[in-house]
C-alpha cells in the first residue's frame, strides 16, 4: 500500500512537472520576436502623392514653402533633428533642408532634391512649356525615399545627414543654373562623408537605373551589389550610360565618393506629365530597401 501512494505521488508530480515545462515552452513559442522596421513603398508613393497635392514646389511658391514645412514635420515626428539652411545663389533665395540624429558628423549623407521646375520645357505639345513640372517623379520620388528612410532606419546605425536640396532644377533658364542647392550645401557643412548617395527620378513605373559615368565607381558597385542580393537587379542594371550633372557633382569635386540614382530614360521629364500615376511604389521599394540594406552594412564596418 505504501508502495503504491508512492508511485501515485510521483505520477502527479510528474504530471505536473510536464504541465510546467509544457506552460513555459508555449509561453517562450508564442512571445512577439522583434520586427526590425521594413521600408514600405506603399507608405513611399503615399509622399509623392502629398508633394504633389501641394502643388508646383518652384522655388518661392507656396506650394515650395508648405512641402518644406511637412517635411520637417515627418522628419521630426521620425526623431531627427531638422535645421533649415537659409542662403543665396544667383539672387534667388535657397532653402536646404538638413535631418540628422546627434551631433556628430556624417558618414553617409542621402540627398535628393525637393523643388520642382519652373517651366515644362520638354513638354512635345508648345501650349505647355510656360508651365510648372508637377515633379512627381522628378523631385517627389526621391523625397518620399528619404522620407520612409528616415521612419525605418533604427538609430544605432553611422551617422546618417538627409538633405533635401532646393534649387535643383532649373538650369537652362536665364537667370538660373542647375544644382544650386548642393553647391550652397557644401560650401556651408565642410564635412568629409565617407559616402553621398543621391536619389533622383528613381520612381519611374518603368525603371531602369543604370550606373552613372561621373559617380564613384567603387561606391557604385557597393550599392549594386547590395541590389543583386535582394533580387533587386532588375532595376539597378550592370551597364553605365549617362553621364549627369546632378546634385552629387559637388560633392566629386571635393573628392567625396558620391553616386548619383537616376533613371534619366524618362520620357515624361520636364513636362506637365509628370505626375503620380507614372510612378510605382515597386519601384520606390526596390530603391529603398536596398540603401536601408547598404546603409545597415555600413553600419557593421568600423
Given at each position: 500500500?505504501?508502495?503504491?501512494?508512492?508511485?501515485?505521488?510521483?505520477?502527479?508530480?510528474?504530471?505536473?512537472l510536464?504541465?510546467?515545462?509544457?506552460?513555459?515552452?508555449?509561453?517562450?513559442?508564442?512571445?512577439?520576436?522583434?520586427?526590425?522596421?521594413?521600408?514600405?513603398?506603399?507608405?513611399?508613393?503615399?509622399?509623392?502623392?502629398?508633394?504633389?497635392?501641394?502643388g508646383?514646389r518652384?522655388?518661392?511658391?507656396?506650394?515650395?514653402?508648405?512641402v518644406?514645412?511637412?517635411?520637417?514635420?515627418e522628419?521630426?515626428s521620425?526623431?531627427?533633428?531638422?535645421?533649415?539652411?537659409?542662403?543665396e545663389?544667383?539672387?534667388?533665395?535657397?532653402?536646404?533642408?538638413?535631418?540628422?540624429?546627434?551631433?556628430e558628423?556624417?558618414?553617409?549623407?542621402?540627398?535628393?532634391h525637393y523643388?520642382?521646375?519652373?517651366?515644362?520645357?520638354?513638354?512635345?505639345?508648345?501650349?505647355?512649356?510656360?508651365k510648372?513640372?508637377?515633379g512627381?517623379?522628378?523631385g517627389?520620388?526621391g523625397?518620399?525615399?528619404?522620407?520612409?528612410?528616415?521612419?525605418?532606419?533604427?538609430?544605432?546605425t553611422?551617422?546618417?545627414w538627409?538633405?533635401?536640396?532646393?534649387?535643383?532644377d532649373?538650369?537652362?533658364?536665364e537667370?538660373?543654373?542647375?544644382?544650386?542647392?548642393?553647391?550652397?550645401?557644401?560650401?556651408?557643412?565642410?564635412?568629409q562623408?565617407?559616402?553621398?548617395?543621391?536619389?533622383?527620378?528613381?520612381?519611374?513605373?518603368?525603371l531602369?537605373?543604370?550606373?552613372?559615368r561621373?559617380s564613384?565607381?567603387?561606391?557604385?558597385?557597393?550599392?549594386?551589389?547590395?541590389?543583386?542580393?535582394?533580387?533587386?537587379?532588375?532595376?539597378?542594371?550592370?551597364?553605365?550610360?549617362?553621364?549627369m550633372?546632378?546634385?552629387?557633382?559637388?560633392?566629386?569635386?571635393?573628392?567625396?565618393?558620391?553616386?548619383?540614382?537616376?533613371d534619366?530614360?524618362?520620357?515624361y521629364w520636364?513636362?506637365?506629365?509628370?505626375?503620380?500615376?507614372?510612378?510605382?511604389?515597386?519601384?520606390?521599394q526596390?530603391?529603398?530597401?536596398?540603401?536601408?540594406a547598404?546603409?545597415?552594412?555600413?553600419?557593421?564596418?568600423?
Amino acid at each position: 500500500m505504501k508502495n503504491k501512494a508512492i508511485a501515485i505521488y510521483l505520477i502527479i508530480i510528474g504530471f505536473l512537472l510536464a504541465a510546467t515545462l509544457g506552460w513555459y515552452a508555449f509561453a517562450f513559442r508564442t512571445q512577439p520576436e522583434p520586427v526590425s522596421a521594413l521600408f514600405e513603398g506603399e507608405r513611399a508613393y503615399a509622399d509623392v502623392i502629398t508633394q504633389v497635392g501641394f502643388g508646383a514646389r518652384t522655388p518661392g511658391s507656396e506650394g515650395h514653402a508648405k512641402v518644406r514645412a511637412w517635411m520637417r514635420e515627418e522628419l521630426e515626428s521620425a526623431g531627427w533633428q531638422v535645421e533649415v539652411q537659409e542662403s543665396e545663389a544667383l539672387g534667388h533665395p535657397v532653402f536646404n533642408v538638413v535631418a540628422k540624429r546627434g551631433d556628430e558628423n556624417p558618414q553617409i549623407i542621402l540627398g535628393a532634391h525637393y523643388d520642382t521646375r519652373l517651366f515644362a520645357d520638354n513638354d512635345p505639345d508648345p501650349a505647355n512649356r510656360s508651365k510648372p513640372v508637377p515633379g512627381a517623379n522628378d523631385g517627389a520620388s526621391g523625397v518620399a525615399v528619404l522620407l520612409e528612410l528616415a521612419r525605418v532606419l533604427p538609430e544605432d546605425t553611422v551617422p546618417v545627414w538627409l538633405v533635401f536640396f532646393d534649387a535643383e532644377d532649373n538650369g537652362r533658364i536665364e537667370g538660373w543654373d542647375w544644382i544650386l542647392g548642393s553647391r550652397e550645401f557644401v560650401k556651408r557643412n565642410p564635412v568629409q562623408p565617407r559616402a553621398a548617395v543621391i536619389v533622383d527620378m528613381i520612381g519611374d513605373a518603368d525603371l531602369n537605373i543604370y550606373k552613372e559615368r561621373n559617380s564613384d565607381r567603387a561606391l557604385t558597385d557597393e550599392i549594386w551589389a547590395v541590389a543583386q542580393s535582394l533580387e533587386n537587379d532588375t532595376v539597378f542594371l550592370p551597364d553605365y550610360k549617362y553621364s549627369m550633372i546632378d546634385d552629387h557633382t559637388p560633392f566629386i569635386e571635393l573628392g567625396i565618393p558620391a553616386v548619383d540614382i537616376i533613371d534619366f530614360d524618362y520620357p515624361y521629364w520636364h513636362t506637365v506629365e509628370d505626375t503620380p500615376d507614372k510612378v510605382s511604389p515597386a519601384s520606390l521599394q526596390a530603391v529603398g530597401e536596398t540603401l536601408q540594406a547598404w546603409i545597415m552594412g555600413q553600419s557593421s564596418q568600423p
